[in-house]
């Protein structure tokens, strides 16, 4: 049996979306515990996107409980330019199919995460 789902998740866990920007070559020394120390917030280093200002960083909001990019133009251009396409299109796609991939090793199938074609897939065995 097959099937092909089309996900997009809400980033509400911090380590998934810390994992998602490790996929895109975010390295730890520039993935922030914010800048402000505020811990809903996920602050990536502005040395490593190379923008000439503006800080980039998802924000837990406080109703919605969900983190999202907040970036001067600046910054969000820098991002885009760094992986070749929308820096926060990316992130929500490796967050979802990390997610999913936990999913399905939970219920015993064995998944694996390629990125083809600019999508990225995962593909469970069992």
């Known amino acids: 049996m097959s099937a092909l789902v089309r ?3 809400k980033m509400t ?6 994992s998602a920007l490790k996929q895109l070559a975010v390295p730890d020394t520039a993935i922030k515990d914010s800048f402000t120390g505020d811990t809903s917030r996920i602050g990536i280093a502005k040395s490593w996107h190379n923008g000439t200002w503006g800080q980039a960083e998802y924000v837990k909001g406080p109703q919605s409980k969900t983190y999202t990019l907040t970036a001067s133009t600046e ?5 885009d330019n760094k992986v070749g396409g929308s820096f926060n299109n990316q992130v929500q796609q490796w967050y979802a199919a990390l997610k999913v991939q936990d999913t399905l090793t939970a219920q015993g199938l064995y998944p694996t995460v ?9 593909i469970a065995y069992g």
């Open 7 to 9: 996900c997009k998740s």
């Open 13 to 18: 866990d911090k380590a998934y979306l810390i």
């Open 75 to 79: 910054a969000n251009r820098a991002l």
């Open 114 to 122: 390629q990125k083809e074609q600019g999508r990225i897939k995962v």
